[in-house]
């Protein structure tokens, strides 16, 4: 059902509109606030904090479907679920989850995620912006980078340091409610897709943080971070899933349609021989996600075949639009067709959420040092 309905919104209202968003970089809040009435926006959360009570296989279908009409719109369904709504989950009091949760599963408020920094992306435990405790509240100063949603999202989930000399053991996830004193945006970044999702640079002078706004216990927040990226890595590779699958489906549509000395595309074996290579990995790529979301759902630890199917499904999806541009040649390349949309927005799945070559160290370390 949850995927008929993902399917359906993103046909009609994203798919149409897909080109407009990457142009004007610019999201629809109707649009957001429509996914938030279908409960795409939490879907694994309980009904009794305003979300769709359903599981993470349920979660990684819609998202395949909303990342195959617009990413940056799947961007926000991605944010809401896996980086806001799983850590308060897994991680809060009963009073946060209260508070949070149903305005962010409405749309009603944007969420965001903060963890990277200038000197701080792979190595999360060398922050440096910093949450001074003044008894009753955090008082943070510093910058953080690349984050998602950043000017548009009205609650923070920051990670931030709270003791300067304890490294990783130093760490605290507090959230930040926007706008208040002391907070600022920068101008979003310019990025070679995922266009109309806004990427900013966020500073802090001065920000006043209430201490029942810590997730979790107190230089501790590593551990929460490391549990978010592991459980949204199935989400990245259901986003780029969905992206390649988008590529795919123009393409054998494409090939069937366009002649060449007197013969569909489609009639000419190289032809065959790149369909064949695309479905495949379309394939073993939805059945590696599917399996990580299933596990999940069964209560098992899952870092290993999250950051299989995040690997796996990213790296599939750059080599999917690049054939798509390929086969579609100059149409390809030009935006008729969109595929030089979905090559673009497929790139970054190989590098947000833990970069292919971080994805290769835990799944190497987890094979030499394996856990249950």
Avoid at 6 to 31: C, I, N
Avoid at 41 to 57: A, I, K
Avoid at 96 to 109: D, F, H, M, N, R
Wanted: charged content about 25%.
């Amino acid at each position: 059902m949850i995927q008929e309905v993902a399917r359906e919104f993103s046909q009609k209202r994203l798919v149409p509109r897909a080109e407009e968003f990457d142009h004007t970089g610019k999201l629809d809040m109707t649009l957001i606030r429509e996914m938030g009435e279908l409960g795409l926006l939490g879907v694994f959360v309980p009904e009794e904090y305003g979300g769709s009570g359903m599981d993470h296989l349920s979660y990684v279908l819609a998202m395949e479907e909303i990342s195959a009409g617009c990413s940056s719109h799947a961007s926000v369904v991605g944010l809401h679920n896996s980086l806001f709504a799983y850590p308060l989950l897994k991680f809060g009091t009963e009073e946060q989850k209260k508070k949070y949760l149903p305005q962010i599963c409405s749309g009603e408020k944007l969420g965001a995620y903060s963890l990277s920094e200038a000197g701080s992306g792979t190595d999360a435990a060398s922050l440096v912006c910093f949450a001074e405790d003044k008894g009753d509240h955090y008082l943070i100063n510093g910058t953080k980078l690349w984050v998602t949603d950043g000017s548009i999202a009205d609650w923070v989930l920051l990670f931030v340091r709270t003791d300067k000399d304890a490294g990783a053991r130093g760490i605290t996830a507090m959230i930040v409610e926007t706008p208040c004193d002391g907070y600022s945006v920068a101008p979003s970044e310019k990025k070679m897709g995922f266009k109309a999702s806004p990427t900013n640079e966020i500073s802090f002078n001065n920000v006043k943080v209430p201490k029942e706004n810590v997730i979790g216990e107190v230089n501790r927040g590593v551990n929460i971070a490391m549990e978010t990226l592991n459980s949204g890595r199935v989400s990245v590779g259901a986003q780029a899933l969905g992206i390649a699958r988008a590529a795919y489906d123009i393409s054998l549509q494409y090939v069937q349609e366009r002649k060449q000395f007197g013969k569909p595309l489609a009639a000419f074996q190289l032809t065959q021989a790149k369909l064949a290579d695309m479905q495949t990995k379309l394939h073993a790529s939805r059945l590696m996600i599917h399996y990580a979301a299933w596990k999940k759902d069964q209560g098992h630890r899952v870092v290993h075949e999250a950051s299989m199917a995040k690997l796996f499904a990213s790296e599939a999806a750059t080599a999917i639009t690049h054939m798509a541009v390929q086969l579609l040649g100059g149409y390809g390349y030009a935006r008729d067709y969109h595929v030089e949309r979905l090559y673009r927005d497929a790139r970054v799945t190989e590098i947000f959420e833990g970069t292919s070559e971080v994805q290769r160290l835990v799944i190497a370390r987890e094979a030499l040092n394996p856990r249950e």
